[in-house]
């Protein structure tokens, strides 16, 4: 059993202290046989994410990781992007300088205010909304690979104003997925929302995964999303079991942004 974690973060991200040797070393006692990590970049001077990231000590680390772990994991140099539909110029400028295997996007911020302060001041159906008419944009035209935690909102609604009915948004997630499909971008588990007690299930739920999988769609990555090196690969295996449930065959993995691989998802 080949065991991927596709989305994890180092102190290379403003939000995060883990040392990447450290999360190696944990993911190798877990089991774990591929990481791509995937730390924060924006180019917006705006957003939070902007200036933290330096790609010389990136890639430096990244080396040397590969170098070190070779025989036991395999490590890749991913990103996520703060809303790489804005500022597309910008971001390719950057990007297509670097050898980057694998582009999370991502929805973190709507007009550059921070997800949690949108859904403060709004009422909650109407900030669900818009959160998803920014993904819809995003799908529609940024240059990524797989689209980041889908229903990320219901993170910051969850203790204040609720979870979503996946029916009340069943119209522009049905044109988002299918965007994707359209696009060829994959779409992720990830599983932070089952390590937080509020959320308790992950981003997307379960129906997301079916819709995805109902138009066509096959690109899928499972991550943690995890902040520090002893929760690498946090319910993996909760997510493993999703995607068998949604009827996925396969979990994907990439090397300078091409699918590379196909792996069966245990037990299928
Ligand atoms: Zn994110
Ligand atoms: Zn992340």
Redesign the pocket.
């Known amino acids: 059993m080949y065991l991927t974690e596709y989305?994890?973060?180092t102190d290379n991200?403003i939000d995060s202290k883990a040392n990447m040797e450290e999360v190696c070393k944990q993911a190798i006692v877990k089991g774990i046989d591929e990481i791509c990590f995937?730390?924060?970049y924006s180019v917006n001077p705006k957003l939070p994410t902007y200036g933290h990231m330096d790609f010389d000590i990136y890639f430096s680390q990244i080396k040397y990781c590969q170098d070190k772990f070779k025989d036991d994991l395999t490590v890749k140099a991913g990103i996520?992007l703060c809303e790489p539909h804005l500022m597309q110029e910008e971001y390719h400028e950057v990007l297509s300088q670097l050898e980057i295997d694998f582009i999370?996007g991502?929805v973190h911020n709507i007009n550059e205010e921070k997800l949690r302060k949108f859904m403060n001041e709004r009422e909650k159906n109407e900030a669900y909304q818009k959160y998803f008419e920014e993904v819809y944009s995003l799908v529609s035209s940024a240059d990524i690979d797989v689209l980041?935690?889908l229903d990320l909102m219901k993170r910051y609604a969850v203790q204040t104003k609720g979870n979503y009915a996946f029916t009340d948004f069943q119209e522009i997630l049905h044109a988002i997925l299918e965007k994707a499909v359209e696009r060829d971008i994959g779409i992720e588990i990830?599983t932070?929302g089952l390590s937080n007690e509020h959320v308790g299930e992950a981003f997307p739920t379960r129906e997301i995964l079916k819709l995805y999988k109902h138009l066509g769609g096959e690109i899928l990555t499972i991550?943690s999303?995890s902040?520090h090196a002893h929760t690498v690969g946090n319910h993996l295996e909760g997510a493993l079991q999703m995607a068998r449930q949604a009827e996925f065959t396969h979990v994907y993995t990439f090397t300078k942004r091409k699918l590379n691989r196909l792996l069966a998802v245990p037990g299928t």
Do not use: I, R, V
């Open positions: 989305h994890h973060h991200s995937t730390d924060h996520e999370l991502s980041a935690h990830n932070s991550g999303d902040h």
